[in-house]
């Protein structure tokens, strides 16, 4: 991923979860203000309205969604931040660290000595707070 992320030929515009989730007016308009700078922030939040995790579930209990697995009982599971904690054996997490610690450093899910963090800023490497427990990322 960091070799998408540093190829100065190809523009690129970052949007985490996290910050859809908190500030999903804001992301999603910078989201397409990058995209073309002429967007509109009404239709923006029109967007999001059609769009909201809850009316995506609603659909998905009315019509099924195409990509769920077989084996899940929805795909649209909780649409809430750090929900994985409830999810992930502490093995699972530290793995996900293991594999993927660059990436997640880069993006203010790690601190520089490897401590899990919950970002309350917008932009990763502004202040946070430290997670507590070993399956916390």
Do not use: N
Not at 3 to 20: F, G, I, K, N, T
Not at 32 to 38: G, N, Q, Y
Not at 55 to 82: A, I, Y
């Amino acid at each position: 991923m960091l070799s998408w992320v540093d190829a100065s030929e190809m523009p690129l515009h970052v949007m985490r979860y996290e910050d859809m989730k908190r500030s999903p007016v804001e992301t999603f308009t910078a989201g397409a203000a990058f995209l073309d700078p002429s967007h509109d922030r009404e239709r923006v939040i029109d967007a999001l309205e059609k769009s909201s995790f809850e009316e995506l579930q609603r659909q998905e209990e009315q019509q099924g969604f195409r990509e769920k697995s077989p084996s899940s009982k929805s795909f649209f599971r909780k649409g809430s931040v750090g929900s994985w904690r409830e999810t992930l054996t502490a093995e699972q997490a530290a793995r996900i660290v293991g594999d993927h610690r660059d990436v997640m450093r880069r993006f203010g899910y790690l601190t520089d000595d490897d401590e899990p963090v919950f970002r309350e800023s917008r932009r990763p490497g502004g202040p946070g707070r430290r997670c507590r427990g070993a399956a916390a990322l």
